[in-house]
């Protein structure tokens, strides 16, 4: 299993980023496959911030990141992405896409940055 993350990137205060989160060797189909985000800022443990089922359907957010982020997902392409807008110096964190199939897998991080 690799989940492959990008769109590392620093950015104003309001500002927009997107980052994506490229999947490959699920051992069940990544359809069926609820998939998160996770970020850890500097200092302090990880927190968990967005969910998607695997159809895409049903997704739930951190409330200090209702309204300003959107998960989503690419079925077709095994891809999962994560839409920030409205970013605030606070979301400056390590950003982790993460499955669970039968054990913990986490993407490589990908540094978001927000700052003036």
């Known amino acids: 299993v690799q989940l492959q993350a990008s769109g590392e990137g620093e950015v104003q205060p309001g500002g927009y980023l997107r980052l994506s989160c490229a999947a490959s060797g699920f051992t069940s189909p990544f359809d069926r496959t609820w998939m998160y985000w996770v970020r850890q800022a500097p200092g302090k443990e990880i927190e968990w911030i967005a969910s998607i089922n695997g159809g895409g359907s049903k997704t739930e957010y951190l409330d200090s990141v209702q309204g300003r982020f959107t998960v989503s997902r690419d079925n077709d392409g095994n891809t999962l992405y994560l839409h920030m807008n409205s970013l605030k110096p606070e979301d400056t964190a390590v950003y982790y896409c993460?499955?669970?199939?039968?054990?913990?897998?986490w993407g490589q991080g990908t540094l978001v940055t927000v700052s003036s």
């Open positions: 993460y499955a669970f199939l039968g054990s913990d897998y």
